[in-house]
């Protein structure tokens, strides 16, 4: 079984940064896809970005792609997600999620992620 705990959320003002961290125990993960979601107050969970083992990564919207970057150290069972140049409109609460499928593509669908982390919260003030 495989848990995840997220950290490195909290407040920070428009244009700021953060760096989440999402580590992995139990069974091995560095197989398996990784990815962020997030769900803001009243809002579904929305799809960030994911990474597979091999390096393949998508985000969520061309804006993400340009802010924030996803990132994992199989060496310390941990993803990371930096985010730059912070919006008041990107205040969440942050999940990371692993996909237990060896080797598997990377999804944008969270019912296709099998472990879930409780979360992190990100507040960004204009």
């Known amino acids: 079984q495989v848990q995840l705990v997220e950290s490195g959320g909290g407040l920070v003002q428009a244009g700021g940064s953060l760096r989440l961290s999402c580590t992995a125990s139990?069974?091995?993960?560095?197989?398996?896809?990784m990815a962020w979601f997030r769900q803001a107050p009243g809002k579904g969970r929305n799809f960030v970005a994911a990474?597979?083992?091999?390096?393949?990564?998508?985000y969520g919207t061309d804006s993400l792609k340009g802010r924030f970057t996803i990132s994992r150290d199989n060496a310390k069972n941990t993803v990371y997600l930096q985010m730059n140049s912070l919006k008041p409109e990107d205040t969440a609460v942050y999940y990371c999620?692993?996909?237990?499928?060896?080797?598997?593509?990377?999804?944008?669908?969270?019912?296709?992620?099998?472990?879930w982390g409780q979360g992190t919260q990100v507040t960004v003030s204009s």
């Open positions: 999620a692993a996909r237990s499928e060896h080797y598997g593509a990377y999804s944008r669908q969270e019912n296709d992620y099998n472990y």
């Open positions: 990474r597979t083992w091999s390096g393949s990564i998508t």
């Open positions: 139990g069974r091995t993960f560095d197989s398996y896809p």
